[in-house]
């Protein structure tokens, strides 16, 4: 049982900035890794970022050079930067958890989403 609280999320113009993030807390024993997906309506979820506690990164092609994905190891926290924003980038994101449980089981998770709309 795991808890991921998302914050950020709201309305932002063209060109304009936005900073999400992801809290975890629960029964974890170690995370693997922590990210972002987002979806827009009627697409497919698509990879954002990753970001493991050793400091991997992984950007979707469409986010390269825009947006930066860091990690708080001792809040088990992840951070979304996103500058540059368009309209394309309007989805509903996803925090995503991979990790171990008290078990040492191998588990996911995800938030209940956040919505960034970018609108003049």
């Known amino acids: 049982q795991v808890q991921l609280v998302e914050s950020g999320g709201g309305l932002v113009q063209p060109g304009g900035s936005l900073s999400l993030s992801c809290a975890a807390s629960g029964n974890i024993f170690v995370i693997a890794a922590m990210g972002w997906y987002r979806q827009a309506p009627g697409e497919q979820r698509e990879l954002v970022a990753t970001i493991t506690p050793a400091g991997g990164t992984n950007y979707g092609d469409s986010v390269k050079g825009r947006f930066s994905i860091s990690i708080d190891r001792d809040k088990n926290t992840v951070y979304l930067q996103m500058n540059s924003l368009t309209p394309a980038d309007t989805a509903v994101y996803y925090c995503?958890?991979?990790?171990?449980?008290?078990?040492?089981?191998?588990?996911?998770?995800w938030g209940q989403g956040t919505q960034v709309t970018v609108s003049s």
């Open positions: 995503n958890l991979d990790y171990l449980d008290t078990g040492a089981y191998r588990q996911g998770a």
